[in-house]
């Protein structure tokens, strides 16, 4: 692991202006989205019981996530839809005496997009001190252990959408999914009709991965909260590596 | 005029190969304009409101819509002049005997277009989903609507091409040409409708011509102007367009 770290600094670290760009488009998206949000608070107290710092700091976790994402395991996961399947370039990844779907997930990581933690952190601390929100200890530990959980439903549901590109010869659009669906993680559950909420609670928990963790720093933990995390994530775990394997069964090498 | 006729029905075929991509493309860019539309019902509804800065729920919901819709229809994602410059594929298209320019937007046209028409079932979906918030236009503000569009497309792609340009003079434009794209999705509205912005604010973003990309256009379609004014915004997107076409054909004179 720490050869690949090194490897992807030494990487991304060659084209400094691609970095810096990076950067500055972060800079950009955080604020056209407070300036969006600033529009929406104008108009009303709270959202779905939340309020404005409230949800500035679950749009700031749910960044981080995202960051976490693009860190350890985005461009491997892409890649399976991008060329190693359609070029049967995963025969050198099944040679391996190793898991595959993790081998590929973390083959790639990019380093340098850990630096984009750093805005969302700084926008989360800004929404808890300048909202004066009080939070009890017991209520952070909690929190960064469902966090962690967090990250990795968020990670099996990013491998889950792409294994669809084991069937598919050209699936280049599956990669914009988990983007779209992540806007979901912006906001609070409850601005989703019923029937809705409960799809992105079972069925694709895509909701579980920022709005649980941060409910339980504000509102304190629930058994059936931590519970819940556990048991989807276990759930979620056991569906993606099926359908994984499933889709190596069905792989047909395109190489040589 | 055969040749030119063949390179964009291949431009055109190029997109419609693969058929899952074309369905998974559509129902990922379907959950933006939902997400939004649950937000805003919650917003409206939760709180009383019937209208911010003179948007009602269906005005604004519209609005969202109609986005989408021109989302398709910019040409910023079809644009590859600068990959083109760069990776010197470029030169192909010199020493072929066609205009490299005129090549260059017929790609464009090409995959704009049929980006467009895979965006109708999507208003199919929506109109059955939640038609009954939405607002339609009369016939002069409909017929008004699809002539900004047209008018619109030129200047986008007149404005865009200036930075692909810029590929000629200081090489990879890439991470540049994202952060433009982004920004200029904030100043003309495509992320909420100007008219939600402060007075003051709003007054400098409605100066700058990127209004003419989405916000004017969507507010065409929700019956906003007479025809005194609809003809006035025709001869300013015109004059800025040959603005921005001065300006892009005389830097790429210079260097092809």
């Known amino acids: 692991m720490w050869v690949l ?27 056209v989205t407070l300036v969006f949000f600033q ?31 693009s860190t350890l395991f985005k461009v491997g996961v892409r890649s399976i839809s991008e060329n190693l399947v359609r070029t049967g370039e995963l025969d050198f990844f099944l040679l391996r005496p190793v ?92 601005i989703l009709p019923g029937a809705i909420r409960m799809i992105f609670f079972t069925a ?40 994984w394997k499933l889709g190596e069964r069905s792989y047909a090498s395109a190489s040589s | 005029m055969r040749k030119y006729w063949e390179y964009y029905k291949i431009a055109v075929r190029n997109q419609t190969a693969y ?16 997400v939004f539309f649950a937000l805003w019902v919650r917003i409206f509804s939760q709180n009383g409101i019937s209208e911010i800065n003179t948007y009602s729920l269906s005005m604004t919901v519209t609005y ?41 937007f017929l790609a464009t046209m090409g995959e704009t277009l049929t980006s467009f028409v895979y965006g109708i079932p999507v208003l199919v979906v929506v109109f059955l989903t939640v038609g009954k918030y939405l607002v339609l236009p009369d016939a002069l503000h409909a017929i008004s609507f699809v002539i900004t ?14 930075f692909h340009s810029f590929v000629f003079y200081f090489g990879d434009q890439d991470p540049n040409i994202g952060i433009v794209t982004y920004l200029l999705m904030f100043l003309s509205g495509g992320v909420f409708p100007l008219g939600f912005l402060p007075e003051k604010t709003r007054v400098i973003f409605e100066s700058l011509p990127f209004k003419y990309i989405f916000d004017v256009p969507t507010n065409m379609f929700l019956n906003k102007f007479d025809s005194t004014e609809i003809a006035l915004i025709w ?22």
């Open chain 1, 5 to 31: 770290i090194k490897n992807s600094w030494i990487r991304d670290a060659k084209i400094g202006g691609y970095q810096i760009g990076v950067f500055a488009y972060r800079v950009l998206e955080i604020t």
């Open chain 1, 39 to 69: 529009i929406i608070f104008s108009n009303i107290e709270s959202l779905a019981g939340w309020t404005y710092y409230e949800i500035l700091f679950l749009y700031a976790f749910s960044k981080i996530v995202i960051d976490l994402g």
């Open chain 1, 99 to 190: 898991n595959t779907m993790f081998l590929i997930s973390f083959s790639k990581p990019r380093v340098l997009d850990s630096i984009n933690c750093i805005f969302s952190v700084a926008i989360g601390y800004y929404a808890l001190i300048a909202g004066n929100i009080a939070i009890k200890s017991e209520n952070i530990i909690w929190f960064l252990f469902l966090a962690l959980f967090g990250v990795v439903i968020y990670y099996f549901l990013s491998v889950l959408v792409i294994t669809p590109a084991f069937w598919v010869v050209k699936l280049w659009s599956i990669k914009y999914v988990m983007n779209r669906l992540g806007q979901l993680m912006q906001y609070p559950a409850g």
């Open chain 1, 204 to 243: 694709f928990p895509i909701l579980a991965v920022s709005y649980i963790p941060v409910r339980v720093l504000f509102w304190g933990p629930k058994l059936e909260y931590v519970v819940y995390m556990i048991v989807i994530t276990l759930i979620l775990g056991i569906v993606t590596r099926a359908i």
């Open chain 2, 19 to 34: 058929k899952v991509d074309i369905v998974v493309n559509i129902a990922s860019n379907m959950v933006f304009f939902y």
């Open chain 2, 64 to 104: 969202y819509l109609i986005t989408t819709v021109i989302f398709r229809l910019v040409p910023w994602d079809a644009i590859y002049l600068n990959q083109d410059v760069w990776s010197g594929y470029f030169t192909n298209d010199l020493i072929k005997p066609w205009n490299a320019r005129v090549v260059q």
């Open chain 2, 149 to 162: 569009l047209l008018i619109g497309f030129f200047l986008i792609m007149s404005f865009v091409l200036i």
């Open chain 2, 235 to 256: 001869l300013k997107m015109i004059l800025w367009t040959l603005v921005f076409l001065w300006n892009l054909f005389g830097r790429i004179q210079k260097r092809t």
